[in-house]
């Protein structure tokens, strides 16, 4: 569908919103944050070919998903764009007819705002959608939230920008702030766990281990990080479950970026029970190659992982089973699979990380983050709105 509507604002040329098909329009989609971003010296271009295998058939998200995009244009030019999804399995755990919007790119224009979010939300209704949740990039296991503080350093990898205006023409289209996740920076060298953590997993300590990811069971090790990571966040605002392909997709990702210690596993009585992911934040090296790694920025990538190194990390992905959260052992396991971090972290360069994301009503996350000395240096939020 077209949409045809006058500006609002001081530029009254048309704006026509158009759904996105093809490859030439899907390129034009991918594209719309350089014009918005142009003028942001804390953005950071994607990478082109990562956008494009997201948003491509391969991606394992949209087994169990279907969606639509569309782009705002002006004399010709995509200026905006937006994504609607309908996740099966967010549908069949919470019991809510809850679609998402993502991917909200556009100027600080009240019209164009109220166009993309219009055609999101009316697919969205035919589709039989009672209420709609976002930002998600695309679900709720990949990027979410916008970002409301925080915008005056650049993103971590795989976490998003904005610009300050975005929540306050999301606000105005009818939508409410439901949740807040929060990012910490912590120093490297910081990861080592409290006196009373050690004693315990002292005394505890013929019955637990800690190891690195081995590369050649990376399947299993992979099955034994989803499993974990499905039963710690269950009873989560918003869970979905990582399915088996979606994760090992993810960690066919990781192990092109991380190095095998750079992942960490806990087990107790010999059964995994807590894991921990860094991944390097290649954001610091990659924001000159303007999202292309063809035909040089294979090279030039490779080259400052490799020799330059970078001085930043984050740890996404980190979970212990439900069995220990609420005992002692949880957080000692925690900070086990934290501090088994510090040696490969030093060895390689990294002197902060950041921890991200961590739901602001996760006290027992936010108080670990706190004891290493983590700093709220971001905040994202997430926006419901009913549909009539």
């Not at 925080?150 to 105005?172: C, K, N, Q, V, W």
């Not at 010999?270 to 303007?290: K, R, S, T, Y």
Request: with cysteine; charged share 25%; proline share 5%.
């Amino acid at each position: 569908m077209v949409y045809h509507l006058p500006m609002s604002s001081a530029d009254s040329r048309q704006v026509r919103v158009r759904e996105v098909t093809g490859k030439a329009m899907m390129d034009e989609f991918i594209r719309v944050p350089w014009s918005i971003y142009r003028d942001d010296p804390n953005w950071v271009p994607p990478l082109l070919l990562e956008r494009r295998e997201a948003f491509s058939a391969k991606n394992p998200f949209f087994q169990h998903a279907e969606w639509k995009t569309w782009i705002a244009c002006r004399d010709g030019k995509a200026v905006g764009r937006i994504s609607a999804q309908i996740d099966r399995l967010f549908l069949e755990l919470h019991d809510e007819a809850t679609g998402f919007f993502g991917l909200i790119e556009a100027p600080d224009d009240p019209a164009i705002f109220a166009a993309l979010f219009s055609s999101a939300e009316n697919w969205l209704k035919a589709k039989g959608m009672k209420r709609v949740l976002g930002p998600f990039n695309l679900g709720i296991n990949q990027e979410i939230g916008l970002l409301v503080e925080g915008f005056d350093t650049p993103p971590y990898i795989m976490m998003g920008h904005a610009l300050p205006y975005y929540g306050r023409l999301i606000e105005s289209l009818g939508y409410t702030p439901d949740q807040d996740t929060l990012a910490y920076e912590v120093h490297a060298n910081q990861f080592g766990m409290p006196e009373n953590m050690r004693k315990l997993l002292e005394r505890q300590g013929h019955r637990i281990t800690e190891r690195a990811f081995n590369r050649k069971k990376r399947h299993d090790d992979f099955e034994t990080m989803r499993s974990i990571f499905n039963d710690a966040w269950s009873r989560n605002w918003g869970f979905v479950p990582f399915t088996e392909e979606e994760f090992q997709a993810v960690g066919k990702e990781l192990l092109m970026l991380l190095p095998d210690d750079f992942i960490r596993i806990a087990e107790v009585d010999g059964q995994p029970a807590a894991f921990i992911a860094m991944l390097p934040n290649i954001n610091e090296v990659i924001g000159d190659l303007d999202g292309r790694l063809l035909p040089f920025g294979w090279a030039k990538l490779l080259w400052r992982l490799k020799v330059r190194s970078v001085k930043s990390a984050r740890i996404a992905l980190m979970g212990v089973r439900r069995e220990y959260q609420r005992t002692r052992l949880g957080p000692a396991l925690a900070f086990l699979t934290m501090t088994g971090l510090e040696e490969p972290a030093s060895r390689r360069g990294i002197e902060h990380a950041e921890m991200s994301w961590i739901l602001e009503d996760n006290q027992g996350m936010r108080n670990i983050a706190e004891q290493i000395g983590g700093k709220i240096t971001k905040r994202y939020r997430m926006y419901r709105k009913e549909l009539v």
